[in-house]
Structures are given as structure tokens and as C-alpha cells.
């Protein structure tokens, strides 16, 4: 796949076997079918992109950014920005997914974690905490 003055950063393969994101520094995420399908671009960011990492059903692919703190995470079967999740203090460095695809785990520059949810009984849970006495706890 020929990608020009770009630089690639990071290579992610889909669970499958049947896909490969490449990121780099032309801002873009390009899928790859490595069944010779061809390639297309599906993502596009306002800084270079560290790294991408597919869910483990290959439904979701999360990218981070060199300059900033968002992790976004795409459908990869439209190539629509699914969420920004955000509250991270330093830039990131590496993301991932859990083997169950609930928890997305991050690592940023010093020396922080960071541990996504997506059970939303966990998040329900947690925010019952903070609140308190709420109807919908």
C-alpha cells in the first residue's frame, strides 16, 4: 500500500485475520483487507496518529493522537466516530482493549493508567455512588 510522505506510526490487525489499520503521520486511519479487498480510509485526525487497536469483536477500532488526550473509537464498518472519551491528563503513549472487550485500558505520559468501561451496569453503578440517593439507583 503505497502511503506516500507518510510515516507509519502503528499496525493493528482485526481479530479476524482479515484486516490491518495502519496509522501514522498522515492523520488518517486506512484499513486494509488482506484478502487483497483493497484499501480505504475510514478516520481522520487533527494530529498524527500514535496508535490504533481493534475491539476484540472488530467492531470498534480506538485511535489516540501525539497532541492530545482524546481516545476515539470508530465503527469500523462505517468509518463513523463512534466516541470521544476524554479526562485523561497527559498524552497518551498506548491503548488497547480487554480480552472481553469491556475495559479499554490506556497509558499516558507520567507514568498514569487509564481504565475505560463499556458494561453499562458497572457505570450505572459507579455513578449511584457518586450521586447518591437518585431514583435510578
Do not use: K, Y
Amino acid at each position: 500500500m503505497p502511503l506516500g510522505d507518510e510515516q507509519v506510526m502503528d499496525l493493528s490487525v482485526s481479530p479476524d485475520n482479515r484486516t490491518l489499520a495502519v496509522v501514522g503521520t498522515g492523520r488518517s486511519v486506512r484499513l486494509w483487507r488482506l484478502d487483497g479487498g483493497g484499501w480505504r480510509t475510514v478516520a481522520e485526525h487533527p494530529a498524527p496518529i500514535r496508535e490504533a487497536a481493534f475491539s476484540p469483536d472488530g467492531t470498534t477500532l480506538a485511535t489516540i493522537t501525539r497532541t492530545d488526550t482524546v481516545i476515539r473509537l470508530w465503527d469500523v464498518r462505517t468509518g463513523d466516530l463512534s466516541a470521544n472519551l476524554t479526562g485523561q491528563a497527559s498524552l497518551l503513549n498506548a491503548v488497547d482493549f480487554a480480552p472481553d472487550g469491556r475495559t479499554l485500558a490506556t497509558a499516558a505520559a507520567g507514568a498514569s493508567v487509564g481504565l475505560w468501561t463499556s458494561d453499562v451496569r458497572e457505570v450505572i453503578d459507579r455513578l449511584c455512588r457518586v450521586v447518591g440517593d437518585h431514583p435510578s439507583c
